[in-house]
């Protein structure tokens, strides 16, 4: 028969081991365009990460950069991580790079050739913004904000800014019991399969 503290001990052991894989399975590691490794989520700091899913030559995605960016420096300061994603496999390094150099984009950008990050959360359009809590729960699913109300009609400025309002939910600790999504507008992101010649 195990000792009671033996057995004690040995259940604490594994409880923080599954607590601990559970943890990495729920975590976010990515590399950027300059070979930083990114794991925001191990640090108990950042109270939620933005992906934001973007390509080069899309001009509704472009066009929201300066947006991006502010959005992006001020949730800084409040814990919130954001980085850019280009999900199309041609997209290469030396033209995400360029590309950044051109928006100024200060934002870490992301090359997901092997696009397992917009499948995995549910992105299909640039741009488009994934809000992702740390506990790993997709917060909000959707547009920038509402500044193009469909294609060809774009309002003077917006009236409802959705990704920032979902970052301050989450920050106040309000948050759906599913995720608040809205619909993009913009260019649609070819899954390797749908892809035209591949």
């Not at 041609?90 to 917009?118: C, F, M, R």
């Not at 997709?138 to 003077?156: E, L």
Request: aromatic residues 8%; charged residues 25%.
């Amino acid at each position: 028969m195990i000792p009671v503290k033996k057995t004690a001990r040995l259940a604490c052991l594994l409880f923080l081991l599954f607590s601990a894989s559970l943890a990495a399975a729920d975590g976010l590691s990515v590399t950027d365009i300059k070979g930083k490794t990114h794991s925001p989520f191990n640090d108990k700091s950042v109270k939620g990460v933005a992906l934001i899913f973007i390509t080069t030559d899309c001009p509704v995605a472009n066009y929201f950069h300066p947006t991006i960016r502010r959005i992006g420096d001020a949730a800084k300061e409040k814990g919130i991580r954001v980085y850019l994603v280009h999900s199309d496999p041609d997209t290469t390094t030396k033209a995400a790079s360029k590309h950044a150099s051109e928006y100024g984009i200060s934002a870490p950008v992301i090359l997901d050739h092997d696009q397992n990050l917009a499948r995995k959360h549910g992105a299909k359009w640039t741009p488009e913004a994934v809000l992702i809590a740390p506990d790993g729960t997709i917060t909000y699913r959707g547009r920038i904000d509402n500044t193009y109300a469909d294609y060809g009609k774009k309002r003077p400025k917006p009236t409802k800014e959705d990704l920032k309002e979902a970052i301050d939910n989450l920050l106040a600790g309000q948050r759906a019991k599913k995720p608040v999504t809205t619909k993009p507008v913009g260019c649609p992101i070819y899954f390797l399969k749908e892809k035209p010649g591949k």
